[in-house]
């Protein structure tokens, strides 16, 4: 399971993977935010979900509105993780994507894949109950400015193969 943030990973002000960002408005309640993201980012995200190597949840304050991210990026429809948070604040956010990371390791006893610019703690314990589980963890905290980059994908693809090899 992997669950994918759009702000700071996905959106970034300087994508880069040696290309022209993609570039476009969504809209919450009447109010434009432009995306800037990484085509080949994109690219490879529904590479991997077609694969059926990965299933991808959005875990990302735009849930409520996601359908204007998949389209702009040009992604598959994606499951979520959650739902309702236009009605949360930031703190209630990160508690909701703690707990879907929670439930995927705990609930669903599956590996986990987490991308997130803040959501993932570095120390505390829902990073000891995830770490607890024994269930494989990837947890990958790229830089806001930067997002997702090229070696975080294939630190992924790394992490996917070796969950294969096990499990054959």
């Known amino acids: 399971m992997w669950l994918l943030d759009v702000d700071g990973v996905l959106n970034a002000a300087m994508p880069g993977w040696g290309e022209t960002p993609g570039q476009g408005k969504a809209f919450v309640h ?31 304050t735009w849930v409520d509105h996601i359908i ?9 429809p994606l499951g979520t993780a959650f739902d309702g948070v236009d009605v949360v604040d930031a703190e209630a956010s ?31 314990p829902v990073l000891e109950r995830i770490e607890a589980t024994g269930q494989p963890t990837l947890l990958v905290r790229p830089s806001s400015r930067y997002g997702l980059q090229p070696e975080d994908l294939d630190e992924i693809d790394d992490f996917l193969a070796e969950l294969t090899e096990l499990a054959s």
């Open 30 to 60: 009447g109010n434009g935010y432009v995306l800037r993201w990484a085509p080949a980012l994109a690219h490879r995200i529904a590479a991997l979900h077609h694969s059926g190597g990965v299933e991808v949840r959005w875990a990302t």
């Open 68 to 76: 204007q991210v998949e389209r702009l990026l040009h992604l598959p």
């Open 94 to 124: 990160v508690a909701r994507k703690e707990a879907a990371a929670l439930h995927v390791v705990e609930i669903e006893r599956r590996p986990l894949i987490w991308t997130d610019d803040e959501a993932i703690p570095h120390s505390g």
